[in-house]
T-cell receptor, first 114, second 114 residues
Framework: GENVEQHPSTLSVQEGDSAVIKCTYSDSASNYFPWYKQELGKRPQLIIDIRSNVGEKKDQRIAVTLNKTAKHFSLHITETQPEDSAVYFCAASPGYNQGGKLIFGQGTELSVKP | DAGVIQSPRHEVTEMGQEVTLRCKPISGHDYLFWYRQTMMRGLELLIYFNNNVPIDDSGMPEDRFSAKMPNASFSTLKIQPSEPRDSAVYFC????????????FGSGTQLSVL
């Protein structure tokens, strides 16, 4: 089955700097790659997603890139702000022939210092 | 829509007791997923349903765990008997269906087994 590895497990940056989180996946059939943000004590919430027919997607300060050949994808946050502090999860979906279930990475705890 | 509704928000029980977690999906969502979140293991998929039918329960830890979805508006996850290692946050999540893989999480149930 699908396996998703996420790095780093913790990341500390200064306000205004960029943050990059990387994930690799194992199942070449996976075709949907979302990123979730989870604030302390809250539920995970979708912040951006990308499909396998797209190499890059951007939404204001957040961007995601996908390299299907290498089976890795990354989250980029520019001009970080203290409110970006949270745990970020990447995920991969093996596709509809497997029900579209999401397999999550282990999470990255991002801390943005003012 | 009120989103995915889970109850209870917190549950404290003693080892050996039966625990029942409840989930009301977003109306019209065909898929329902149960995840467990711990520091050590991250977000683990336990089981998921499509149109009330269990599709994949390979993530269910052992026979002490069972899940049902008697109708499109309700699902339960039961642990009997509970053990301290079952302590975790249990999330229910749903998504619309074919062509839309965005997953919406409930607020979770924080389970503590003493």
């Amino acid at each position: 089955g699908e396996n998703v590895e996420q790095h780093p497990s913790t990341l500390s940056v200064q306000e205004g700097d960029s943050a990059v989180i990387k994930c690799t996946y194992s199942d070449s059939a996976s075709n949907y790659f979302p990123w979730y943000k989870q604030e302390l004590g809250k539920r995970p919430q979708l912040i951006i997603d990308i499909r396998s027919n797209v190499g890059e997607k951007k939404d204001q300060r957040i961007a995601v890139t996908l390299n299907k050949t290498a089976k890795h994808f990354s989250l980029h946050i520019t001009e970080t702000q203290p409110e970006d502090s949270a745990v970020y999860f990447c995920a991969a979906s093996p596709g509809y022939n497997q029900g579209g279930k999401l397999i999550f990475g282990q999470g990255t705890e991002l801390s943005v210092k003012p | 829509d009120a989103g995915v509704i889970q109850s209870p928000r917190h549950e404290v029980t003693e080892m050996g007791q039966e625990v029942t977690l409840r989930c009301k999906p977003i109306s019209g969502h065909d898929y329902l997923f149960w995840y467990r979140q711990t520091m050590m293991r991250g977000l683990e998929l336990l089981i998921y349903f499509n149109n009330n039918v269990p599709i994949d329960d390979s993530g269910m830890p052992e026979d002490r765990f069972s899940a049902k979805m008697p109708n499109a508006s309700f699902s339960t996850l039961k642990i009997q008997p509970s053990e301290p290692r079952d302590s975790a946050v249990y999330f229910c999540a749903t998504r619309p269906g074919f062509g839309d893989e965005k997953l919406f999480f409930g607020s979770g149930t924080q389970l503590s087994v003493l």
